[in-house]
């Protein structure tokens, strides 16, 4: 299933990996283990913030994804399953097809 993880990193946790040189290095590990299909960095409510989309096989995956983001940067993280227009094309048609 596709999702978008946001993770919404904590300040001084991820000033101090920065300080480190760290943080490089854990978006790395981050983008290895999901293999996103995009990943963007941004600001969202005052917070370093990271937008990735990749497909989740198993619902299992999602500790290994999310503790590495709580355990070092102390972050908020959010999942929401995600379509593309294909797929929502689809997903429209089935409604329409129920009548």
Not at 10 to 18: H, R, V
Not at 35 to 40: C, L, S
Not at 47 to 63: I, K, N, Q, V, W
């Amino acid at each position: 299933m596709r999702m978008l993880l946001k993770v919404e990193m904590n300040t001084e946790a991820s000033n101090d990996l920065i300080r480190q040189g760290a943080l490089q290095e854990l978006m790395r590990e981050a983008l290895g283990r999901v293999h996103p299909e995009a990943a963007y960095f941004t600001v969202e409510n005052g917070c370093r913030t990271g937008y990735f989309f990749f497909d989740l096989a198993e619902t299992s995956d999602l500790p290994a994804i999310s503790e590495p983001f709580f355990m070092r940067l102390g972050a908020r993280i959010h999942y929401s399953p995600v379509m593309n227009p294909e797929e929502l094309a689809k997903g429209l048609g089935q409604i329409a097809t129920r009548g």
